[in-house]
């Protein structure tokens, strides 16, 4: 089993990693494309994420993005590449379980796991760090699901996990609508834990870790475990086909519509198509 001193050391290329008394920090590191989920990004969160799993001298994980922004979501362009490449749909199937497999990676991190929220927090990084166990969001930040609206389902197992934090009335409007949840939106949901100030999510982040870094690891990570498992009891039974229904979705008009118009800036007309 990696310590968290080899972990710190691996070598990542889009990943700034760094450790401090049992607490990891692992920072998106690509902010010249706004922290884009590309498939390389993707990779290495699930690759820290499995190796952090079950290290035995961490406490805590702070995942954070840049100063003044968490992340634009999953990469645009890559989404592109992969539906013209002429791959066959098993492939693309395979191709597709990236994203659950990073959000579920994350979710089983046996230690606490909290994200420091800055600026925007888009689609797949949203459901990122919804897949954390705390969320600290500082003012002005904003957390967005634009699948919808876009012609897509939302993916990535996140709605029993929203379901779970926000109860369904509540999750269905954030989906369906495709609404910006600012921050005091986020703290009156119970989908933020703290709000702080601007320019602050890192550091308050950093004295929750504390808290739980001096806390009896075992008992903590007990505790998470038993109540991830009652929370989430169903969520496999609810999930397991929402990257055939992206597939499906995917290869739609309404979806070909939507992007489209989000290009040209100006509303989609969806045929049920």
Same mark, same amino acid.
């Given at each position: 089993m990696d310590t968290l001193d080899i972990i710190v050391r691996h070598g990542w290329s889009r990943l700034q990693v760094s450790s401090s008394a049992g607490v990891a920090k692992v920072q998106l590191a690509r902010t010249a494309e706004r922290n884009? =989920? *590309?498939?390389?990004?993707? +990779?290495e969160l699930t690759e820290i994420a499995v190796k952090l799993r079950r290290c035995p001298d961490l406490r805590a994980v702070i995942?954070?993005?840049?100063? *003044? /922004? /968490?992340?634009?979501?999953?990469d645009l362009k890559s989404s592109?590449?992969?539906? +013209?490449?002429?791959?066959?749909?098993?492939? =693309? &199937?395979?191709q597709v379980a990236a994203g659950p497999d990073l959000c579920q990676a994350w979710e089983d991190i046996e230690a606490v796991t909290i994200a420091a929220i800055e600026g925007f927090c888009i689609g797949g990084a949203c459901a990122l760090v919804v897949a954390c166990d705390f969320r600290i969001m500082a003012d002005g930040a904003y957390l &967005? =699901?634009?699948?919808v609206p876009l012609g897509m389902n939302m993916s990535w197992r996140t709605l029993p996990r929203l379901e779970a934090l926000i109860g369904p009335s &509540?999750?269905?409007?954030? #989906?369906? /609508?495709g609404e910006a949840a600012t921050a005091e939106d986020c703290i009156g949901w119970g989908l933020a834990d703290e709000l702080c100030p601007k320019g602050e999510a890192l550091r308050t982040a950093a004295r929750w870790a504390e808290k739980i870094a001096v806390l009896p690891p075992i008992p903590v990570r007990m505790t998470k475990e038993?109540?991830?498992?009652?929370?989430?009891?169903s969520a496999a039974a609810v999930s397991f086909m929402d990257r055939d229904q992206f597939l499906l979705s995917s290869r739609s +008009?309404?979806?070909?519509?939507? #992007?489209t118009a989000f290009l040209e800036k100006r509303p989609p007309k969806f045929r049920g198509d």
């Open positions: 884009a =989920l *590309d498939p390389t990004l993707m +990779s995942l954070c993005g840049a100063n *003044d /922004f /968490f992340s634009a979501g999953a592109r590449q992969r539906a +013209s490449s002429g791959a066959s749909l098993l492939e =693309l &199937r395979a &967005r =699901l634009p699948e &509540r999750a269905k409007q954030f #989906v369906l /609508f038993a109540i991830n498992a009652a929370a989430h009891a +008009s309404d979806y070909a519509e939507g #992007v």
